[in-house]
């Protein structure tokens, strides 16, 4: 909450490329759905980055001051236009994008981002702000096409570990918000130094089976809080990335974990996150995780509305 009795706003960085089309699309449509205003966040840099040889220029630090402000001032004025509506805050940072982003992103419920699109010695260069931001905010990150559109397949598609349902806190009362089914998928894929001895012992069916009934597990009190959501689990073997993204295909929106960061887990973000992440295709929400269990609740207010009581 960002005041008493108001849920936390939608924020949305942009850049003022298209590249953030998609973004403030799917943000207007969120904080349309979680009866919140929406923040937009446009963060200047401190030296110009313009790649090549000469990776930064020098401008006047006022220039590149009213740049951005023009920037944001459009952007705003174009949401205005669409949805008057809608509440707009205008917020201009300087300098490190994903810092300001992710700091500004604290008082959110929810911070969307455009998908990176810059490749070889850009990417050096300039850096993945999409990636750094889902690796260090407190709130979900969702990271958007440039050409998205909404969509209504009425399903959000959630990657899981079988014995970990922490993410379910935020699946399900998602999927009960956007009246969706909710698929819960786990997928692995053996090393393959190793994969002869699957095909030997026919191990795969056995996993599925055990893997299947685990999930079940995990998901059991949540169906029972949710009795309005259907639920669909789906566990196979496979390359996680792909068989996530080709899945994402049929969904309005992927949910994917950010584990705490540990001594186990040194790195946010694991393989799969980062690989799914630089894949153009439907909405991905980056969750963080906190470690601690969360348990199905008696009663449960969520994205703008009483979804169980």
């Known amino acids: 909450m960002n005041s ?84 707009v805050e205008a917020v201009l940072r300087q300098g490190r994008r994903a810092v300001e982003i992710a700091v500004d992103a604290a008082t959110g419920c929810l911070v969307v981002l455009g998908r990176e699109t810059r490749h070889g010695i850009d990417r050096v260069y300039a850096g993945t702000t999409t990636a750094a931001v889902a690796a260090r905010a407190s709130v979900p990150v969702a990271v958007i096409d440039a050409g998205w559109q909404p969509t209504e397949h009425g399903r959000v598609l959630v990657g899981i570990e079988p014995a970990s349902g922490e993410v379910l806190s935020y699946a399900f009362p998602l999927a009960a918000a956007r009246h969706a089914m909710l698929q819960v998928m786990h997928v692995w894929k053996v090393p393959d130094p190793y994969a002869a001895l699957d095909h030997e012992r026919s191990v795969t069916g056995e996993w599925v089976i055990a893997a299947t009934r685990l999930l079940e597990s995990t998901v059991a009190d949540w169906r029972a809080s949710f009795p309005d959501v259907e639920v669909e689990i789906s566990v196979l073997p496979g390359q996680p990335a792909q068989e996530l993204v080709d899945a994402a295909a049929r969904a309005d929106v992927l949910l994917l974990a950010r584990r705490r960061r540990d001594i186990e887990h040194p790195g946010r973000l694991g393989a799969t996150t980062r690989a799914v992440l630089g894949h153009a295709g439907a909405p991905v929400e980056v969750v963080p995780l906190t470690g601690v269990p969360k348990h199905a609740p008696l009663v449960l207010e969520r994205f703008g509305e009483i979804l169980k009581s």
């Not at 030296?47 to 951005?68: F, N, Q, R």
Request: aromatic content about 4%; cysteine-free.
């Open 4 to 87: 008493v009795g108001h849920p936390a706003p939608v924020v949305v960085a942009v850049d003022g490329t298209e590249r953030s089309a998609g973004a403030v699309r799917y943000a207007v449509g969120e904080a349309r759905r979680r009866r919140t205003d929406l923040r937009v966040v446009h963060v200047a840099p401190s030296a110009l980055p313009v790649g090549g040889s000469m990776p930064y220029m020098d401008y006047p630090g006022h220039a590149l001051i009213d740049v951005a402000r023009r920037v944001l001032d459009e952007e705003v004025a174009g949401i205005r236009a669409t949805d008057p509506n809608l509440k």
